[in-house]
């Protein structure tokens, strides 16, 4: 069973079709007091990241968040909240790993990060089983999260930013699953298997 | 490397596609749920749903297609058509939509983008602007086109960016229509005075129209309606087109 957090700022909905397509059991909480037996979490993420934090400690997630020893995986805002500090809102995240999400900025690529690009990962990531080195993913999002030793794949988009991370049972993707077609589809049926 | 984006468009009318079926029957073009699922089968990279639904009913037409739409596709898709307030946005979002088209509610009211932006993210707005040539500069009309305003094209254009707009959906209603290509005229120097993502839209007849407006322009997308919905042009042979011509696409 997965827990899905909605927080009021996520696309819940999209995620949840994909769930129901690869026949994978989720269960959504608004709230801490919603919550029950679970095995997975996901944290999805469409939104602003200070209101989404503010959003997350009303609800009494964060520490759930901070203190999860399952497999858990934050989706676009959903990744960037896993970092100690967003520029976006200039707000603290729950800091699940050392790093930073920053503003795209100074370059000549148009911003948002718009469409579909490719994922290079740089080791055998159990998320992307299944699936082909560079394969096209769907981004849509103006901050993204540094390179660091947690990144497991990476996207370029005038500088090189972390589109994968890993830390033990944490997971965060840049792009979103529930929108890239199959490969997505298979990503999330990684994650689902772990 | 980002791609270079195909976008179906689909006018809706009560769950039903309009645009480009008029001389066909209604049943053959299929209703806007199944033509989505087509077109995300046959390669489409994201899709943009309009509706034009007159009635009071709007709302929930609306919102009930954007769940329809959600079950059966696994790419992004904007929804637009008479959308003013920003619980409305919310409502689409919160259903599965990734991104809300707005058009005259924006000329109306610019300080929706920028509470919309906020609330949602740039990249879930995306402004709509119908441009039409008049004299020596480009006048954006609103309300479906039969409007016109005072706003001159470029000048709007950047105004929607600096508001917060993620991205701009550009009609040429000199172009829309006609199937003799993409308005470069207009196409070419926005791209170079706006930093976020452009759509490009109206003109599209033959694949060299798509070629075209992404070797002289760097529009990031090309956006038509009756020519996939007539299947005058398959999805597939046309991006298999357009990298034989390095244009970077997704296959």
């Known amino acids: 069973m997965i827990l899905m957090i909605d927080y009021g700022a996520g696309n819940t909905a999209s995620v949840a079709n994909a769930l129901d397509e690869i026949g994978t059991q989720f269960c959504i909480a608004k709230n801490i007091s919603d919550v ?31 203190n999860s020893k399952v497999p858990t995986l934050g989706i676009c805002l959903g990744m960037q909240l896993f970092t100690e500090f967003s520029e976006e809102g200039e707000t603290g995240c729950i800091g699940l790993v050392n790093c930073k999400t920053i503003k795209f900025s100074n370059m000549n690529e148009k ?6 690009n490719n994922v290079n990962t740089k080791n055998d990531s159990i998320l992307f089983n299944s699936i082909k080195q560079n394969e096209y993913f769907y981004f849509a999002h103006s901050f993204y ?21 890993e830390n033990k049972n944490i997971y965060g993707v840049q792009f979103h699953p529930e929108k890239s077609g199959a490969a997505g589809l298979q990503l999330i049926k990684n994650f689902g298997e772990l | 490397m ?20 008029n001389f066909i029957n209604l049943r053959d073009a299929g209703d806007a749920v199944e033509l989505a699922e087509r077109y995300y089968h046959e390669g489409a990279d994201e899709l943009i749903f309009l509706d034009i639904t007159a009635t009071e009913e709007k709302r929930k037409t609306l919102l009930s297609l954007v769940e329809s739409v959600a079950k059966v596709i696994r790419i992004p898709f904007t929804v637009g058509g008479g959308i003013s307030k920003v619980e409305d946005i919310e409502v689409l979002l919160k259903a599965g939509a990734d991104k809300v088209s707005l058009n005259s509610a924006i000329v109306h009211n610019p300080n929706l983008i920028v509470e919309a932006s906020k609330h949602f993210g740039s990249q879930a707005i995306v402004a ?20 016109e305003t005072d706003l001159e094209g470029f000048d709007w254009c950047k105004k929607v960016e600096q508001l917060g707009a993620g991205e ?32 490009a839209s109206g003109g599209a007849g033959t694949m060299e129209h798509f ?31 357009l990298l034989s011509k390095n244009i970077n696409v997704r296959l």
Request: proline letters at 3%.
């Open chain 1, 36 to 66: 029950k037996e679970y095995e997975k979490i996901i944290l999805p993420g469409v939104g602003e990241a200070n209101y989404a934090m503010q959003q997350l400690r009303e609800r009494g997630f964060v520490e759930l968040i901070k």
């Open chain 1, 111 to 116: 911003v948002p990060h718009m469409g579909w």
């Open chain 1, 145 to 165: 999260v540094e390179e660091s030793k947690y990144a497991v794949a990476s996207t370029k988009h005038g500088i090189e930013f972390a589109s994968a991370i």
């Open chain 2, 2 to 21: 980002l791609t270079k984006r195909i976008i179906p468009c689909l006018d809706v009318k009560d769950g039903k596609v309009v645009k480009g079926t």
């Open chain 2, 128 to 147: 709509a602007i119908d441009v039409k040539k008049t004299s020596n500069s480009f006048t954006v009309y609103i309300s479906g086109g039969k409007v």
């Open chain 2, 168 to 199: 701009i959906l550009l009609t040429s209603m000199d172009s829309d229509g006609t199937k003799n290509g993409f308005n470069i005229e207009f196409l070419k120097p926005l791209v170079e005075s706006v930093n976020i993502p452009v759509i």
């Open chain 2, 211 to 241: 070629y075209n407006a992404f070797n002289e322009t760097n529009v990031d997308a090309c956006l038509a309606a009756s020519l996939f919905h007539f299947n005058e042009l398959k999805i597939a042979d046309l991006k298999k087109y």
